[in-house]
């Protein structure tokens, strides 16, 4: 049977804008003493972009944490405007990243990233009837972020999928609920 762990004591070691690290520690269920390192970070969206049914948005951006590209849906944590109505993420993350506007919005389920060590959690939507947003009207990208926009079949997605080249987690969850929505 698995058993609850209790905390004993705990403290902040870092706190940044986007996560923070909590110190626990824990007694286990046979007693024994233990130590937890958890990353505690903001929630986040990720958007499944459909243009039509079959195709859909992805980005190719430079991520520093793995010193290399990587193709992925777009996605952007939630800030306190948009605690209460995720939905508002969609929307500024659309702009910012694809300079889209959606036609609607449905959040499909939601995950923990990696429960061994953090608490981040995504809420993931997907959106359909894209329509470009004037010059006018978008919004800045976050400093320093640079991406290409690739419209992507179905089918490409599927065989990047399958050598292996998709391996952004929420990207894979994107391509296996396309897959799901395609019966």
Same mark, same amino acid.
Do not use: C
């Given at each position: 049977?698995?058993?609850?762990?209790?905390? *004993?004591?705990?403290?902040?070691?870092?706190?940044?804008?986007i996560f923070s690290v909590e110190?626990?520690? +824990?007694? #286990? !269920?046979?007693?024994?003493?233990?130590?937890? $390192?958890?990353?505690?970070?903001?929630?986040?969206?990720?958007?499944?972009? %459909?243009?039509?049914?079959?195709?859909?948005?992805?980005? @190719?951006?430079?991520?520093?944490?793995?010193? $290399?590209?990587?193709?992925?849906?777009?996605?952007? @944590?939630?800030? &306190?405007?948009?605690?209460?109505?995720? &939905?508002?993420?969609?929307?500024?993350?659309?702009?910012? &990243?694809?300079?889209?506007?959606?036609?609607?919005? &449905?959040?499909?389920?939601?995950?923990?990233?990696? +429960?061994?060590?953090?608490?981040? !959690?995504?809420?993931?939507?997907?959106?359909?009837? /894209?329509?470009?947003?004037?010059?006018?009207?978008?919004?800045?990208?976050?400093?320093?972020?640079?991406? $290409? /926009?690739?419209?992507?079949?179905?089918?490409?997605? @599927? *065989?990047? %999928?399958?050598?292996?080249?998709?391996?952004?987690? @929420?990207?894979?969850?994107? %391509? #296996? !609920?396309?897959? !799901?929505?395609?019966?």
């Amino acid at each position: 049977m698995a058993e609850r762990e209790q905390v *004993t004591n705990s403290n902040i070691v870092y706190e940044g804008p986007i996560f923070s690290v909590e110190k626990q520690e +824990v007694k #286990l !269920y046979n007693g024994r003493q233990s130590q937890r $390192d958890i990353v505690r970070h903001v929630p986040a969206i990720a958007v499944l972009p %459909f243009v039509d049914a079959d195709h859909m948005m992805i980005e @190719k951006q430079y991520r520093a944490t793995i010193g $290399d590209f990587i193709l992925e849906i777009p996605a952007g @944590k939630l800030d &306190e405007r948009d605690l209460a109505v995720p &939905e508002h993420a969609v929307e500024r993350e659309l702009n910012e &990243e694809l300079r889209m506007t959606a036609g609607t919005i &449905e959040r499909v389920m939601g995950f923990f990233e990696t +429960v061994g060590f953090s608490d981040a !959690y995504m809420h993931v939507y997907v959106a359909r009837d /894209l329509k470009p947003i004037p010059l006018s009207k978008q919004l800045p990208r976050d400093l320093g972020e640079s991406l $290409d /926009l690739i419209t992507i079949s179905f089918d490409e997605m @599927k *065989t990047l %999928f399958e050598s292996g080249k998709i391996n952004d987690q @929420k990207t894979v969850l994107a %391509f #296996l !609920y396309w897959s !799901y929505l395609r019966g």
